[in-house]
Structure formats: structure tokens, C-alpha cells
């Protein structure tokens, strides 16, 4: 039976030592990060346009309407709200958790002179819809250019 030849690496055990140091070093950063997720989180949006206005969807599973706050000022939509941890769940040992709890704030600039009282929000199954009329001058406004050669 013929010998095979392994190549020598010296730092064949660094390489293993670096590999086992990142893993751990992944495992404490994926702790911290678990903390601040559940002090404070960041809903995910959609913005979409329609013909006069624009459509804001952000999911917020588990919020109920009182807990989230939609405001409009100087053109800025500011979607914020806060969801707390039930009492029951202060006592368990958790394993892995992965469901938010905290505060939260989002803004999104919207067009000039849009009326934050025509400004309407609903929630349906976990998502809160923020419907934000465009005025008609807003629209009136866009127009495309095309770049002559010099």
C-alpha cells in the first residue's frame, strides 16, 4: 500500500483557533443583539404611490391601535409607538425569544402641503395603513427631462 504525502500547514491550528473564535465571538454579538431588539425595534414599510395618494403599509404584529402613534408635521409622517411586555412572561426562562417589545419611531418625508387632517390611518391583521392624500399642485409638478448631448 503506498504512503500519500499530507501537506504540511503550520498554522493549520491557528486557522481552527480563529474559526472557533468567531463562532464565539458571533454567538456574544447574536446575545446583544437579541437585548437591544427587544428594547427597541423598527417596524418594516412599504410606500407605494397611487394616482392622488401615497399608501404607507408597516408591520406591527401583536400592536393594538392605542399603542401606535401616526403624526404629520412639517411634511413628515412619524409613525411611533411602544408595546410592552406582559407581566406574565417576567418570570420565564426563556430559551430562545425572538418576539419585540419596546418602543419604536419611523419617518418618512412626504410631499409639501399635504393636509395632516385629511391624513388617515387603519390597522388590519398586524399591518397599520397610513393613507396621506397628495394635493393636486404636488402632482401637477412632475415632470421628465431628457438630457441633450453637449
Do not use: N
Not at 446583544?32 to 423598527?42: D, G, K, P
Not at 418576539?99 to 419604536?104: C, K, V
Not at 387632517?117 to 390597522?123: L, M, P, S
Request: hydrophobic residues 35%; proline residues 7%.
Amino acid at each position: 500500500m503506498p504512503a500519500s504525502l499530507t501537506r504540511w500547514r503550520p498554522t493549520l491550528e491557528l486557522d481552527e483557533l480563529r474559526t472557533r473564535m468567531d463562532r464565539m465571538l458571533e454567538d456574544l454579538m447574536g446575545e446583544a443583539r437579541e437585548v437591544r431588539a427587544q428594547s427597541s425595534w423598527s417596524p418594516a414599510i412599504d410606500v407605494h404611490r397611487e394616482a392622488d395618494k401615497l399608501v404607507v403599509c408597516a408591520d406591527v404584529p401583536g400592536l393594538k391601535p392605542d399603542e401606535i402613534k401616526v403624526e404629520v408635521e412639517d411634511d413628515v409622517l412619524t409613525l411611533s409607538g411602544q408595546h410592552e411586555e406582559s407581566e406574565e412572561e417576567k418570570g420565564r426562562d426563556f430559551v430562545r425569544r425572538e418576539r419585540r417589545y419596546g418602543s419604536f419611531r419611523r419617518t418618512i418625508a412626504l410631499p409639501r402641503d399635504v393636509d395632516p387632517d385629511a391624513v388617515k390611518a387603519i390597522t388590519h391583521e398586524g399591518v397599520l395603513e397610513v393613507i396621506v392624500p397628495i394635493p393636486p399642485t404636488e402632482s401637477a409638478t412632475h415632470r421628465v427631462i431628457t438630457p441633450k448631448a453637449a
